[in-house]
Antibody, heavy 119, light 107 residues
Framework: QGQLVESGGGLVKPAGSLRLSCTASGFTFSDCYMSWIRQAPGKGLEWISY????????YYADSVKGRFTISRDNAKNSLFLQMNSLRADDTAVYYCARTWASRADFDLWGQGTLVTVSS | DIQMTQSPSSLSASVGDRVIITCRASHSISNYLNWYQQKSGKAPKLLIY???NLHSGVPSRFSGSRSGTDFTLTISNLQPEDFATYYC?????????FGQGTTVEIK
């Protein structure tokens, strides 16, 4: 049914940048919308960005708009999140998640990667 | 943005109990409501999609229903592995907002 594996998290200073990756396997990657969802320590879930299967459409939550950029490489079954101008409140576990074009839910999640923004 | 109000924020229950978690949308979202289970330190898992459809592999003791803008997740015959945090999520509009979560603890 598929697998998603995130990477790229780590410790970064405020105003710094980081690029997260999510590698997909076991399904037709280009058939799916892909999203990034984050969870601050001890807090709930926040959907921050999605991208269409072709990569032509993207959406950003207000909290990251202008700072984060989502992209994908369907030839490499990979999803990316370029994060710039990072702030302390961006500290969270970042999950990638799959949505089939015919559905509107996140039916497959990666294990998450922790991003810590601290000086 | 559509706000999702989930209640209660936490509850204590015993194995074998019936548990009901509710989620209210601030605007009409039709049936675009999903439920997820998250265990400590793990990624969320989809339980119910489109208000009442059981995701593949999810035990039948989980069920979902809708009444207007009110949605419920029911766990019948609570099992030890069901102790977790549950989130609702609307997928009617972007951003697909989540409820604040309900933690089901062992009584």
């Amino acid at each position: 049914q598929g697998q998603l594996v995130e990477s790229g998290g780590g410790l970064v200073k405020p105003a710094g940048s980081l690029r997260l990756s999510c590698t997909a396997s076991g399904f037709t990657f280009s058939d799916c919308y892909m999203s990034w969802i984050r969870q601050a320590p001890g807090k709930g879930l926040e959907w921050i960005s999605y991208i269409s299967g072709s990569g032509s459409t993207a959406y950003y939550a207000d909290s990251v708009k202008g700072r984060f950029t989502i992209s994908r490489d369907n030839a490499k079954n990979s999803l990316f999140l370029q994060m710039n101008s990072l702030r302390a409140d961006d500290t969270a576990v970042y999950y990638c998640a799959r949505t089939w074009a015919s559905r509107a839910d996140f039916d497959l999640w990666g294990q998450g990667t922790l991003v810590t923004v601290s000086s | 943005d559509i706000q999702m109000t989930q209640s209660p924020s936490s509850l204590s229950a015993s194995v074998g109990d019936r548990v009901i978690i509710t989620c209210r949308a601030s605007h009409s979202i039709s049936n675009y409501l999903n439920w997820y289970q998250q265990k400590s330190g793990k990624a969320p898992k989809l339980l119910i999609y489109a208000a009442s459809n059981l995701h593949s592999g999810v035990p039948s003791r989980f069920s979902g229903s809708r009444s207007g803008t009110d949605f419920t997740l029911t766990i019948s015959n609570l099992q030890p592995e069901d102790f977790a945090t549950y989130y609702c999520q609307q997928s009617y509009t972007s951003p697909g907002t989540f409820g604040q979560g309900t933690t089901v603890e062992i009584k």
